[in-house]
């Protein structure tokens, strides 16, 4: 009875949200824009440039409302949700900007709002638009996300799949040792907590070490296990996949039972209340992807990308018959996958970056029958790090990019202090995209030998200043397509 009761409240009140929500839009329409992507993707950048580059009127030619002199300002505001951290922007713009260093790695959820006041394109909207948009922009991990498929999954599944994963030649040497103790470990033993923490501990650091620099391998769930926030130690934290023999069902009392019980606990009170209170309130998406290091990795890195954006597609799919899709009050319309980083090429190989982001995608939107949202993809670079130029090389003219790479990086033997600027011949990507593809080719080219691109970590740019003193916005690639497609329809 109490159960039901609560459960009955519960629903109650997020009708009620609902339509409050919905009736304080019609006077401040909001837009929730999630901002997702895998660890170190550039999500904290991509927000700081956004916002930056809004509030202090940076160049956007291609963001129709700023190129036509449309917005009269751009400010933040409070944000809507008190339980939610804020999104620490001045913190992120101050490292920008002032100390040139990159923000630090975020690892949780936050929000800001940021108001946009502007004059319809249309007189007929002037009459009836209030001329402001408020956009609440929702920074959440990747990993989080690609928890959704374990809802569907038994702890049985779960394990199998997670050994399947962990055999696959791109895995096998860094799943060893969590494997090999596996192996030791009898499902049907009594239940010892100590046993359970070296498991789980043993199955974090394996999955933690696929995201070593040079594997680039995205994520396997369970997300919090890498990006665990305020739950670290929990016991919906402290389970692991177990080799489990045959679908029997667990004795009462034994390690098996108690590692699906916090499994399930894990879906229960991990997963599902993110994606109740976050994802199904969301109006737009952008998916951020680091495909300049997979490609720098090579194609069975590329596949492994590839398989995380088919997840993350999937987890935006309506009507699937999972538990999400009574739940959508708005539903998400656009989706934009958005390679960043494109600074670290030349501007003649960003069209091919775009060409190879698409090609990804497009995969992604067909191995996960995604239908329901229009599906964009762009190359660009939320902060642009670096400069063209040419360099002479006996005949030849090389186009080059010119930067300060971050203390310590190395090329061909030389390391950098983090002081000097450097010209750098970052390679092309091939003309022929199939090749980064290519998983065939992956066996011999399993990590960065024979790397297409040479990349290196630059500095974030030395800002220009007016002749009064005034810091110009941070240059970009490409941000302002992003935004047009994002909000464009919005303020038109
Ligand atoms: N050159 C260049 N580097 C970028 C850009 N965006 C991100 N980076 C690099 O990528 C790193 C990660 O960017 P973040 O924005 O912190 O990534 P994130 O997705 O927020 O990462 P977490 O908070 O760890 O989940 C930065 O420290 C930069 O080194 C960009 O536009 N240009
Ligand atoms: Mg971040």
Redesign the pocket.
């Known amino acids: 009875m109490a159960s039901s009761l609560t459960t009955f409240t519960d629903e109650a009140r997020i009708a009620l949200d609902t339509l409050s929500g919905r009736a304080s839009g019609l006077f401040s329409p909001s837009l929730r824009l999630g901002v997702t992507?895998?660890?170190?993707?550039?999500?904290?950048?991509?927000i700081s440039?956004l916002v930056h580059n809004l509030i202090h009127g940076g160049r956007l030619p291609l963001f129709e409302a700023q190129k036509s002199g449309r917005i009269a300002r751009a400010f933040l505001e409070e944000q809507p949700d008190d339980a939610v951290p804020r999104f620490q922007y001045e913190d992120h713009i101050s490292a920008l900007v002032n100390d040139r260093t990159?923000?630090d790695?975020?690892?949780a959820i936050s929000e800001l709002r940021l108001t946009i006041e502007y004059e319809s394109a249309s007189g007929w909207n002037r009459m009836f638009s209030s001329g402001r948009l408020s956009v609440d922009i929702v920074?959440y991990?990747g990993e989080w996300l690609l928890d959704l498929p374990l809802l569907g999954k038994s702890f049985a599944d779960f394990s199998r799949e997670a050994f399947e994963m962990a055999m696959l030649p791109v895995r096998a040497d860094v799943s060893q040792d969590w494997r090999t103790l596996s192996a030791t470990i009898d499902p049907n033993a009594d239940a010892y907590e100590m046993t359970a923490r070296r498991l789980a501990e043993s199955f974090a650091a394996y999955l933690k070490a696929c995201k070593l620099d040079e594997r680039a391998l995205s994520t396997l769930p369970p997300g919090r296990f890498l990006m665990p926030g305020d739950l670290e130690g929990s016991p919906a934290l402290t389970f692991a996949p177990l080799l489990l023999k045959g679908e029997k069902r667990p004795r009462s009392g034994s390690l098996q039972a108690m590692m699906e019980r916090r499994y399930e606990a894990y879906k229960t009170h991990v997963v599902k209340p993110f994606f109740r209170e976050h994802i199904t309130r969301l109006d737009r998406q952008i998916v951020?992807i680091?495909a300049m290091q997979a490609l720098n990795a090579g194609p069975g890195a590329m596949a492994d990308l590839e398989r995380a954006v088919t997840e993350i597609l999937s987890c935006f799919r309506p009507g699937r018959g999972n538990f999400l899709t009574d739940l959508f009050s708005r539903r998400i319309d656009r989706i934009l996958v958005a390679a960043?980083?494109a600074?670290?090429l030349h501007h003649e190989s960003h069209d091919r970056l775009q060409a190879i982001v698409r090609r990804l995608a497009d995969r992604a939107v067909a191995r996960a029958n995604f239908t329901g949202a229009d599906v964009d993809v762009v190359a660009m670079?939320?902060?642009?790090?670096?400069r063209e130029g040419t360099v002479k090389q006996g005949r030849e003219t090389l186009p080059v990019i010119i930067g300060t790479p971050l203390k310590g990086e190395k090329i061909n033997g030389e390391t950098f202090d983090g002081k000097a600027e450097t010209a750098i011949f970052p390679g092309d990507l091939p003309e022929k995209i199939d090749a980064v593809f290519d998983v065939s080719e992956a066996d011999h080219r399993q990590s960065s030998d024979d790397p297409a691109i040479r990349f290196v970590?630059?500095r974030p740019p030395k800002l220009e200043r007016t002749a009064e003193g005034v810091t110009l916005s941070l240059p970009?690639i490409r941000l302002d397509r992003a935004l047009q497609f994002l909000i464009g329809d919005h303020l038109a």
């Open positions: 992507g895998l660890s170190r993707a550039g999500k904290t950048v991509f440039a990159w923000p790695s975020t690892r920074d991990p951020v680091d960043t980083k600074d670290h670079a939320a902060v642009r790090a670096t970590r630059f970009h």
